[in-house]
């Protein structure tokens, strides 16, 4: 259903139990205090356990929700966990409402026929991202949406659709048919967790529902953030 990108991250949303020091990690966190001296305390998703975090000292955004692709885990310091963050990849959040639960971000879009039941259900669709400037062509031909042509595991194309469709909390993807362990499947729930979306419609073929990493890789993710309800199509899976 799409083409196939760079190979995806490691199976990890946010730093999980133990992080180790050097690497880098996705976090999101609810800034709770700015110090340019001593660093910002937030709260971490989903756990809420309070951090440090440095690189980020604007009083102007306590109280708001961020996430932060690929912040370095620096240690405990002082009692708190210290994660350095490049302002050039936070995205701040705004909270989500109602009509927010009716636009949607079409990733791994193909050329759009999923599109249709969507829209006939009253839905929107705001943005669609494909790999293939084929797809993403055909796409805005028969829907006049905006599309972004990009590798969704790629950081810049998660910035790019941030700025776009900050208000979709609505993804909408097809996972590959060309191979079910794929950077795919990865870099949809990466999408999912770093852009803050709660509900996920993800659509594949058969196989894909007795498929043990498939099966492992939703339930984990799904049960680790928030118990994220994604629903199914064509047989992936359900979750709760």
């Known amino acids: 259903m799409m083409t196939l990108g760079e190979a995806g991250h490691s199976i990890q949303w946010g730093p999980g139990l133990q992080p180790e020091v050097g690497h880098h990690y996705d976090i999101i966190f609810d800034l709770t205090s700015a110090s340019e001296y001593t660093g910002s305390v937030a709260l971490l998703f989903p756990s809420l356990k309070p951090v440090r975090i440095v690189g980020l000292c604007d009083a102007g955004v306590i109280g708001c929700n961020f996430s932060a692709l690929k912040a370095r885990f620096d240690g405990v310091i002082g009692g708190l966990c210290q994660y350095s963050v490049d302002v050039t990849k936070l995205m701040k959040h705004e909270v989500c409402n109602v009509e927010h639960l009716f636009r949607v971000l079409e990733v791994c879009c193909g050329a759009g026929f999923t599109t249709e039941g969507l829209h006939a259900a009253g839905f929107v669709t705001d943005l669609a991202v494909d790999l293939n400037e084929l797809f993403t062509n055909m796409f805005h031909a028969r829907h006049q949406t905006v599309t972004i042509t990009g590798d969704i595991n790629s950081d810049d194309v998660l910035r790019m659709i941030h700025r776009t469709a900050p208000d979709c909390k609505v993804l909408a993807a097809g996972v590959s048919c060309h191979d079910i362990r794929s950077s795919a499947l990865v870099g949809i729930l990466r ?38 309800p994604v629903v199914a199509s064509k047989c992936l899976a359900l979750l709760s």
């Open 191 to 228: 999408t999912l967790f770093v852009l803050r979306i709660p509900v996920a419609i993800l659509e594949c073929v058969c196989e894909a529902q007795g498929h043990a990493w498939v099966s492992q890789t939703l339930h984990g993710f799904a049960l680790s953030h928030a118990r994220l």
